[in-house]
């Protein structure tokens, strides 16, 4: 089991950060990348689920090639519609290649892994939108496949809940149907519109807002030419290392305006931030001050992939919290891992709980991390334990990290990973 370790912690870190492109846009877009003569990806991020991702694009008749943090792939006249379970397994988000793949060879078949530490995750609405397009779907046991021997048609598909996959799928589906489509309640982060960004690059016309507009091309897209979008949970996680040690830190390539529900909060709980261009600064005091209540909820409210990280810095801040989960069924791995650390944490239910801050440091504990924002969550805390901490699972943190070890290195942290 893979293990990350944090020396001697409980250190103001300073310095500068440069944040990556976001893992969220990169691994949709390498999906879109399907639907594209050619695709070339700029500030595409070296993480295991971009290598998950390059592997199901190799398996499904494309060649894969990256140049420093530039990414190309283009069809290389193979066809294979189906993605190996084995490769499914690697990565939840392989269902996205179900409508690309179905729009380039007319079928496709995915394999959905069990479920995960987040819940169940169903692939109801991702069917749903193909099938509002014209595509039959079957599942069977863990296979999920989709045929449309005679392409798609634009419909109107209208979400019972803004889910950014479900969002996803039906925007590359209808952006090569015939016709024109319109998603109606879609997820609205700001990683689907960088989506339609790359899409629109390859000459689709999507029109992205409250309502998303496509003007389906009837076919597959041309050459997609786009620059991924830096990631806004690794600015985030940042922000919070500064504020659960009371350091300083500059980020390079972070927009403040895609997390501002959680900025909001670290102004609230003391620190002092400013951002312009695409620079975030934040000065963090000794003391967090914990608000009241904070609640997760689809964008541009507060992310639940920021959710774990927050919950680390309530447990060292001064007062009482009450966080509610309202996207997972159940995202409170990371609970029991800190309160392994002696954070004082009351569980209610599968989706709310009660931070009361220690007002003072964790305890230095071997944890283990069951998904990669619990794993983020968990070095966080290592950060404000006395002697640092291990996190066992560290493979999970990879996912969506990158550079994670030189990048805390660089702003003061004793960090080390092993395989
Ligand atoms: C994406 C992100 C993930 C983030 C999540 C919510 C990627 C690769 N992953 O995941 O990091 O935590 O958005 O912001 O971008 N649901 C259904 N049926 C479906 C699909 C989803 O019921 O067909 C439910 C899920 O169980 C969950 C909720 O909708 O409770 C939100 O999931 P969704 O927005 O689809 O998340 P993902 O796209 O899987």
Known sequence: ???????????????????????????????????????????????SDIEAAAEILKTSGFTFKRTGETVF???????????????????????LFLAPLLCRFGESAVYMPGGC??????????????????????????????????????????????????TETAIMAAACAKGESVVINPALEP???????????????????????????NGLLGRALHRVMPDRIEAGTYLAAAAITGGELFLKNAEA?????????????????????????IDAPKHLYLPEYVETAPYPAFPTDLQPQLTALLSVGDGKCLVRENIFESRLGHIPQLKKMGADIEIHDERTFTVRGLNGPLESKRVRACDLRCGAALLLAGLAAENGNCVDGGEYILRGYEDICKKMSLIGVKIKYRA
């Open 191 to 217: 990683e689907i519109e960088d989506l339609c960004r790359f899409l629109n690059s390859a000459g689709a016309e999507i029109s992205f807002g409250r309502e998303i507009k496509i003007k389906g091309k």
């Open 117 to 166: 530490c987040l819940g169940s995750r169903p692939v109801d609405l991702h069917l749903y939108a193909l099938e509002k397009l014209g595509a039959k779907t079957q599942t069977n046991g863990d296979m999920i496949s989709a045929s449309a021997q005679s392409g798609l048609l634009g419909a109107e598909i209208s979400l019972p809940l803004p889910s950014v996959g479900a």
């Open 73 to 95: 792939v283009e069809p290389n006249g193979k066809k294979s519609a189906a993605v190996p379970a084995k490769l499914c397994g690697k990565m939840r988000s392989s269902v």
């Open 257 to 281: 305006g895609n997390i501002a529900p959680f900025i909001g909060i670290l102004e609230d709980m003391g620190c002092i931030i400013k951002s312009g261009g695409k620079n975030i600064y």
């Open 1 to 47: 089991m893979s293990c990350f370790t944090v020396y001697a912690a409980d250190m103001p870190v300073s310095g500068e950060v440069s944040i990556s492109g976001a893992k969220n846009s990169a691994l949709p877009e390498l999906a879109a990348a399907v639907l594209c003569e050619s695709a070339v990806l700029e500030n595409c991020p070296r993480l």
